[in-house]
């Protein structure tokens, strides 16, 4: 679905993030190895993957990364995570103790908090894994958020269930940190898109931590 002008949400196992005006951008790439979801979103809206520039990966859980090695065949686009993640992303290093199933791909731009990327700011979240990171686009005023937080279903933003926490407290000061960041929309990984109220229904989730 469009949540702004030129900013679409493919709703999946987890969600990702494509952006369409000037160039395309993609944020995450599902649970599926076959990135169907994707594939099927971008036929329906009219591009084809080789319009995709660059896929960033916000994390290495399954449920974001899985899709990466075929979209990365069917588009050739620059691949772009935290420089921490892009490790794992590789498997030039295991992830703890995790199987990671997903195929192997090479990150070609690896990030740095603060470092502006394809008109996106960079912002290392870590706590959900060591290299999350979240993404604010000013042109929007949206943050894509990658699984920094979640969404619940009564609305209000909360932090990610600790099954999933590598580090449960630094995820609740990544959370803090965001607040230093002002947005209207909001995508997340899990839970529902919103297009405006976004950073103070975070500061709100906040001041509960
Ligand atoms: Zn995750």
Redesign the pocket.
């Known amino acids: 679905m469009e949540l702004l002008k030129g900013v679409h949400v493919i709703e999946s196992m987890?969600n990702s993030a494509l952006l369409t005006e000037d160039r395309l951008i993609l944020v995450d790439t599902t649970d599926d190895a076959q990135a169907t979801d994707v594939l099927a979103y971008l036929k329906k809206t009219g591009f084809k993957p080789t319009d995709i520039a660059s896929i960033l990966i916000s994390?290495v859980?399954p449920?974001?990364v899985a899709g990466l090695a075929a979209l990365k065949d069917a588009s050739d686009a620059e691949v772009a995570a935290h420089q921490i993640e892009a490790e794992f992303i590789s498997k030039r290093k295991p992830y703890f103790d995790w199987d990671l199933a997903h195929a192997p791909v090479e990150v070609d731009v690896p990030l740095e908090d603060g470092d502006r990327y394809q008109e996106l700011t960079v912002i290392h979240t870590p706590g959900?894994?060591p290299g999350s990171i979240a993404l604010l686009d000013e042109a929007h005023d949206l943050l894509i958020a990658?699984?920094s937080m979640r969404v619940l279903d009564d609305g209000l933003i909360a932090p990610?269930d600790d099954t999933?926490n590598i580090d449960p407290a630094q995820h609740r000061d990544s959370l803090r940190k965001l607040t230093g960041f002002s947005f209207e929309a909001l995508i997340v990984?899990h839970g529902a898109a919103m297009a405006s109220g976004a950073s103070n229904r975070l500061k709100d989730a906040v001041a509960k931590l």
Do not use: F, L, N, V
């Open positions: 987890a994390h859980h449920d974001h959900h894994t990658g699984d990610m999933y990984g």
